[in-house]
């Protein structure tokens, strides 16, 4: 079992940064490949980006791509979001979740979600 905490969302302005942390419960955090989502109001929720348990390979969506960068520290058992030229339509929910298999199976945990406002 795994228990999954994002912090770090907020309110900002058009052109800012943002970093969300997503802090893990467990001993086996390692062993996870790890995704960051988001899900806009009536919008159907999306994978921005996601991380191997190693770090060493890693996905971007298309929209994200060149602005966001995820990473991981296993020591500290929390993934990061670090989230750069913020447009207003990136606004919405953003959650983070744990594989047990790879990023591209389906999640098995998932956090509680942190707000990202972003005026214009």
């Known amino acids: 079992q795994v228990q999954l905490v994002e912090s770090g969302g907020g309110l900002v302005q058009a052109g800012g940064s943002l970093r969300l942390s997503c802090a893990a419960s467990?001993?086996?955090?390692?062993?996870?490949?790890m995704g960051w989502f988001r899900q806009a109001p009536g919008k159907e929720r999306e994978l921005l980006s996601a991380?191997?348990?190693?770090?060493?390979?890693?996905y971007y969506a298309d929209s994200v791509k060149g602005r966001f960068t995820i990473s991981r520290d296993n020591a500290k058992n929390t993934v990061y979001l670090q989230m750069n030229s913020l447009k207003p339509e990136d606004t919405a929910v953003y959650y983070c979740?744990?594989?047990?298999?790879?990023?591209?199976?389906?999640?098995?945990?998932w956090g509680q979600g942190t707000q990202v406002t972003v005026s214009s």
């Open positions: 467990g001993r086996t955090f390692s062993t996870y490949a």
């Open positions: 979740a744990a594989y047990r298999d790879s990023y591209y199976s389906n999640a098995d945990y």
């Open positions: 991380i191997s348990w190693s770090g060493i390979n890693t």
